[in-house]
């Protein structure tokens, strides 16, 4: 945010945050028509049970079709919660967009260093609760696929929520964009505090 700040022209930046915006709305326009779909299923819960039976590690229970139910009706829940997450999302973006709008010119920046700061500290503060929010209804979806097994067997739904928590810690933590980006933000911090260290050659 202090790049945008030093900059006249914040088209490229106000580019940036629609084209997150647009990722976050595709996202929540896609939870609402899965949603449309899991509301349908429930009409047809004793079609799917026969379905389900066909399968070989499908394990049939007593009242089979109501346990149907409640796997479909756990689906909503995470579907409602990734559509609120991604909505409430967008709303921040939006609010980002607005603050990049009402950043301070360069020269006003100069003149009051914190308002400055303030701006810093409070536009990119938005756009990380933003990201979170995004985090959030992403990994919904991730674990919404990891429920699918549930149908057919319990022991799959252990193996596949184990399974998605190991993708996105490794994608999240251990991942090459990651290290990439994380050595990069390294590079910026020690260029950062050689400049903030006084010259050692001078003394």
């Known amino acids: 945010m202090e790049q945008v700040i030093g900059r006249e022209h914040r088209i490229m930046d106000a580019a940036l945050i629609a084209n997150l915006e647009r990722n976050t709305s595709f996202l929540a326009s896609t939870s609402i028509l899965v949603l ?11 079609s799917i049970d026969s379905v389900l039976q066909s399968f070989p590690f499908y394990e049939v229970k007593e009242n089979s079709t109501f346990w149907v139910q409640v796997k479909i009706l756990m689906l ?57 929010a995004y985090n959030y209804g992403l990994r919904a979806y991730y674990f919404s696929l990891a429920i699918l097994p549930w149908f057919v067997s319990p022991w799959l739904f252990i193996a596949s929520s184990t399974l998605v928590v190991i993708v996105l810690y490794m994608r999240e933590f251990h991942s090459r964009p990651y290290h990439v980006i994380h050595d990069y933000i390294n590079y910026i911090d020690s260029c950062e505090s050689k400049k903030d260290s006084p010259d050692e050659t001078n003394q």
């Open 36 to 46: 449309a779909g899991l509301l349908t299923a429930l009409g047809i819960v004793g």
């Open 76 to 132: 909503v829940v995470i579907y409602v919660y990734a559509f609120f997450a991604l909505t409430w999302s967008m709303r921040q973006y939006g609010f980002a967009s607005v603050m990049i709008g009402s950043a301070p010119s360069p020269e006003e920046a100069q003149l009051q260093p914190i308002l400055k700061e303030k701006y810093i500290y409070a536009s990119a503060k938005v756009i990380d609760m933003a990201g979170h």
